[in-house]
């Protein structure tokens, strides 16, 4: 069972907005702002699209934004793309250097 | 160009042992933590190990005792000996940076690690 929890399956069609929660505790999430998020496509390595919550890395669209709210961050995708769809996965530190994982969200472009 | 090249995965029966190696080039190796990060068929990632600039060690519970990580920062190197091999370690292991605070910004192309009799 992995740490932070996100929605097996997300879904849009092009053009429209998607976002992808991702639940942790006080502990991780809510306690620090380096909550990051990963998009893999199938056979690929993970690429990092959002770091610290809310920061997109050079070469990311803007279309890919974060946000976090207590213990929940988010990821919003919008206009969605056929290429964005992917599993998206999100991380958080979790203290002592610690790194929790989510168990990873499949964004369906319809 | 940044890049992480890892090698060193294959078949090996339970109980065996692999070395895997992570080349790195393209930017200071010696100043970056350096992390192994793992992906079972079908599966979420996990973080397995890392090893800081300044060689402290961390591993996850599910390894700990069975892999050892290391680093040649002469050779650019990042190095992860995986030893009493069990069918939970089949995955594909990937060699990451942590280029941000607590995120990996560059990521090798993975070697896959299959464990079976």
């Known amino acids: 069972q992995s740490a932070l929890t996100q929605p097996p399956s997300a879904s849009g069609s092009p053009g429209q907005s998607v976002t992808i929660s991702c639940t942790g505790t006080s502990s991780d999430v809510g306690a620090y702002n380096y909550v990051s998020w990963y998009q893999q496509h199938p056979g690929k390595a993970p690429k990092l699209m959002i770091y610290e919550v809310n920061k997109r890395p050079s070469g990311v669209p803007d279309r890919f934004s974060g946000s976090k709210s207590g213990n929940t961050a988010s990821l919003t995708v919008s206009g969605l793309q056929a290429e964005d769809e992917a599993d998206y996965y999100c991380t958080s530190y979790a203290g002592s250097n610690n790194l929790v994982f989510g168990g990873g969200t499949r964004l369906t472009v319809l | 160009e940044v890049q992480l090249v890892e090698s060193g995965g294959g078949l090996v029966q339970p109980g065996g042992s692999l070395r895997l190696s992570c080349a790195a080039s393209g930017f200071t190796f010696s100043t970056y933590s350096m992390n192994w990060v793992r992906q079972a068929p079908g599966k979420g990632l996990e973080l397995v190990s890392y090893?800081?600039?300044?060689?402290?060690?961390y591993y996850a519970d599910s390894v700990k005792g069975r892999f050892t990580i290391s680093r040649d920062n002469a050779e650019n190197s990042l190095f992860l000996q995986i030893n009493s091999l069990r069918d939970e370690d089949t995955a594909v292991y990937y060699c990451?940076?942590?280029?941000?605070?607590?995120?990996?910004?560059?990521w090798g192309q993975g070697t896959m690690v299959t464990v079976s009799s």
């Open positions: 090893i800081t600039s300044s060689s402290t060690i």
């Open positions: 990451a940076r942590p280029g941000r605070p607590y995120a990996f910004d560059i």
